[in-house]
């Protein structure tokens, strides 16, 4: 009897299965009404599929080794990791509701014990709700979808820190070649302050040119002083996130990385179902779809199995004739009849907050296609702007070799070379920095794809949408 019982039970269990939280396609039209994902992405084109280890490309283990480090080290990931932790306590806290709740009482008693009853003896009681209507269940998948979106959310802010990293190094090695860069200008300028000195021992300059360059020259040494500040701080902030002492003591790279070929951002249409922080808030609407369930199924009946069995005597009094231990077993059942409207108003509090998740998802989908658009555009923008600064840095170059030429013969002036040697400096400094700002822009474009950073090529685990 006892176990057809336990088998009706789990037919009608089985018969009640939880109603699964919307899918994708019917809520992004709700989050994104106005949204029309192109076939390809508009800021242009793009080459292959995204990169699941894209630190790899660049092709510098000293790179490699300081994310690794920063990944390790990083106060941010601690606090994601430990909130991935909490989620998943709750999860397993939530999978014991499903189980009878079963408690062992034990008391004695007698005229010396204090207790006027004189009752002792030991039971064991059972309490095991029938989720009938899903109200268990859906507290606790609503439980483990909260722990998906919390190992998501870690996922993004690790691949995040990934990123911040590089971005600071490719800075880092930026500062120090401008300031090299400085240092090379500032020396250009002493020879022509030697230059303009020995023109006027020979009477062809006065103390006019020879004032003119040494001014020249302390305008390098002042930019070359800024630049030394700069590059100090850059490291300073790659010591941050490598939790080190900001003692701008990290070794770089002495040149700047090539760039990878290609740009491998894939299509729109993958972008949401890729990107760690969206597949966190696609969890959130789940979550906040079993809460909603799991507030409604809370005002309908509970059913309970119960079954005791206890052995009970006294020393102060006979008991009725009874047989020892005593068995026994039941159900209840309870009704909730009037709360003042607690339970309406829960499962509207719980509506709401779901209509509030599908909301965030919005949010965070549009501003994810907007950083793909933004650093593919920049990038693209960067590489141009290098074609022409390359041309620049040639023709400026050639025009202050003709510029120190004519001052030598005396067809020209001072000014005309120093206004050269500027113009030598601020096309070099800018290619450098357009040179930089496509490094950090492609990783940029990773980041915003969603790709993965992991040194081994294979993709990232992140908390999946079916799990």
Known sequence: MHRSLALAVIGVLAGCALAPPPAPEEYRAEALPHLQVPAQWTAGETGGAVAAGWLQTFDDPQLRALVAEAVANSPDLRVAAARVQVA?????????TLWPQVNLLARGGGEMGGDSSGLQGVGIFADWELDLWGRVRS???????????AV?????ARQSIAAMTAKSYFLAVEASLQQRLAGEMLGAASQLVSLTEQRERIGKGDGYDSALARANVETF???????????EQALRALEALLGRYPGAQVETAKELLALPGGVPA?????????????????RRIAAAFHRTQEAKAARLPRISLTASVNDISSELFVLKNRDNPVWSAGASLMLPLFSGGALKQQVRIRTAEQQQAVAEYGQVGARAFGEVENALSAEFA???????????VTENLRAADLAQVRFRVGSGDLRGVQQQQLAVYGSRSSLLRVQTEQLVQRVNVHLALGGGFDTSGGATPVASAKE
């Open 382 to 392: 960067a590489r141009r702007r290098e074609a022409v600064l390359a041309r620049a």
């Open 88 to 96: 998943a306590e709750y999860a397993q806290l939530a999978d014991s």
């Open 221 to 231: 040494r002042d930019t070359a002083e800024q630049l030394q500040l700069a590059r």
């Open 139 to 149: 507290g606790k998948a609503a439980q483990h979808e909260a722990y998906a979106s």
């Open 152 to 156: 998501a959310d870690a996922e993004y």
């Open 266 to 282: 894939g299509l729109p249409s993958e972008l949401l179902e890729r990107r760690p922080d969206v597949i966190a808030a696609d």
